[in-house]
């Protein structure tokens, strides 16, 4: 990757206020550099980071900028959104309501929201918030993700989840799911008597006075110190993009905040569900929320020192994992714009956070390798070499990916206007394919989500999002009826349509 330029690598080394407190010495000497030296490594414009340690704050910082190619550098109180680590804060906000005796972890969801209709009727009678939690409930790995994107709202989201089929046999294989932290919140939130964000306010972020965090995209827009997401350029640097909405799925990934206010958080969880004197959580709930509850693969996704030597669970909100013989207690997060990720070690009542403004990266897998290899007195150089390779190799899968299913053999069997038309299906509803300036586009859902069809082969097209999402390619299969046209479109993003408009 690209180094940066001299003047961002001065704008890394602006120490924010509440910097690396004057009494940590070892291991943390020489702490500061490195990560100044990761963040020009790894091609990341700005970063924050902060390490806490029995009930101290030992850093709480900023390094680089807020948005590439301009001054404004990031700090302790620069907002970033923290994407899947969100997840965290819905698991402690639904054991707020264990600890009252309200929900229980493995009472059917159904008997406080009703509503839920999974694929199959067995899981729907007896899937509980610990499998959702756990990613045990059968959904498919991030099935469902589209329906935030085309715009529809919670409930709308939803009612259409029992049309989304499974992947896995219920609790017997993990499967990573956005929608199911959703249910899980509006589980929270039905029994509570109030949004999922106004739960979040009153029992958590207020509580442990997290001032500066928030629970929408738009929350940017009350600061000016905020940090801008971006994508890698073509050529070296960085592209600033907008931040995403993620607010119809909210509690899988909608909260931003800070690294001084995440302080507040690790050190409620590492003193077990109490902050300053005041108890928020039980250490009964705590040590729930930490426990493995689903066994999983070690992925290409978990970079070292996570590997299949480790062991690798979900908790509750956490994933779980040994190193140098401790415990690792950990949760990462990605979106388009952003990386996160907060990690633990409660034996040594320690934690991290590093919250990173560039899609992608591995900076924060590898400052908090190189924390914890300083933590547990181990050798970090051979880590931080692979997660370097690591990253390398899934840019380089996705430059590489192809942008056509294969070499085109054949044109379409019907000019372009043909394809054109209203298709639909149950899960993600109407599907709107339109010719503009000659090129196919495709839109759908409230939000009239979509981008173009580009031709693969005879009548195979390749499916393109939005600029800033980072995906493999996705196609689109049109199949011709009897009477020469149109009927059926195969997809494996948008699942198969059947054409309804009238010119069929």
């Not at 990031?74 to 680590?85: G, I, W, Y």
């Not at 890698?232 to 001084?260: F, K, L, Q, R, Y």
């Not at 990690?343 to 924060?364: D, E, Q, R």
Request: proline share 7%; aromatic share 8%; hydrophobic share 40%.
């Amino acid at each position: 990757m690209n180094r940066l330029p001299t003047v961002l690598l001065t704008a890394m080394l602006t120490i924010s206020a509440a910097s690396t407190s004057a009494g940590a010495a070892e291991p943390w000497d020489g702490f500061d550099e490195f990560v100044v030296n990761q963040l020009e490594r790894y091609g990341v414009p700005g970063a924050a980071v902060a390490i806490v340690q029995d009930d101290k704050v030992l850093v709480s910082k900023g390094y680089g900028v807020r948005a590439y190619g301009k001054p404004e550098t990031v700090n302790e109180n620069t907002l970033f959104m923290l994407a899947s680590l969100t997840k965290s804060y819905t698991a402690a906000l639904l054991a707020t309501f264990v600890d009252e005796g309200s929900i229980g972890w493995d009472e059917p969801v159904i008997t406080y929201l009703p509503e839920v209709v999974l694929y199959d009727p067995y899981p729907t009678r007896v899937v509980t918030t610990r499998d959702f939690l756990a990613h045990r409930s059968g959904l498919p790995p991030h099935g469902g993700n589209l329906l935030e994107a085309l715009g529809y709202d919670r409930p709308e989201i939803l009612r259409r989840l029992r049309y989304l089929k499974p992947e896995y046999t219920f609790r017997e294989e993990a499967g990573y799911s956005n929608p199911g932290y959703m249910i899980a919140g509006m589980t929270a939130a039905r029994v509570g008597g109030k949004s999922w964000e106004d739960l979040m306010r009153e029992r958590i972020l207020t509580p442990l006075g997290m001032t500066h965090s928030g629970l929408s995209h738009n929350d940017h827009e009350k600061t000016d110190n905020y940090a801008s997401g971006h994508v890698s350029a073509e050529g070296g640097g960085a592209n600033v993009i907008a931040w995403p909405n993620h607010d119809g799925m909210g509690p899988a990934g909608s909260i931003t905040s800070t690294v001084s206010d995440q302080t507040h958080f690790l050190r409620m969880l590492l003193n077990k569900g109490t902050f300053e004197g005041k108890r928020l959580l039980s250490e009964e709930v705590i040590e729930q929320m930490f426990e493995p509850s689903m066994v999983s693969e070690v992925t290409f996704t978990e970079l070292p020192p996570c590997d299949p030597h480790s062991g690798f669970s979900y908790g509750l909100g956490w994933n779980n994992f040994h190193y140098a013989g401790e415990e690792i207690i950990e949760k990462g997060g990605a979106q388009p714009g952003m990386r996160t990720i907060a990690t633990l070690v409660p034996s040594k009542n320690f934690g991290i956070v590093i919250l990173a403004n560039l899609s992608l990266t591995a900076l924060p897998e590898a400052i908090r390798a190189e924390a914890l290899a300083r933590l547990l007195d181990q050798p970090s150089e051979a880590m931080l070499k692979e997660i370097k390779e690591r990253e390398e190799g899934i840019h380089k899968m996705l430059a590489n990916r192809p942008k056509r299913a294969g070499e085109v053999l054949a044109p379409p069997t019907l000019p372009l206007e043909a394809f054109a038309g209203t298709y639909e299906n149950d899960l993600y509803g109407t599907v709107e394919f339109y010719l503009d300036d000659g090129q196919l586009h495709w839109k759908a859902g409230p939000a009239e989500y979509g981008g173009k069809l580009t031709h693969a082969n005879y009548n195979v097209f390749s499916i393109h999002q939005p600029p800033h999402v980072i995906a493999m390619p996705s196609f689109a299969t049109f199949v011709i009826d009897a009477d020469g046209k149109p009927a059926v479109v195969l997809s494996d993003l948008l699942g198969d349509l059947r054409r309804v408009d009238e010119k069929r």
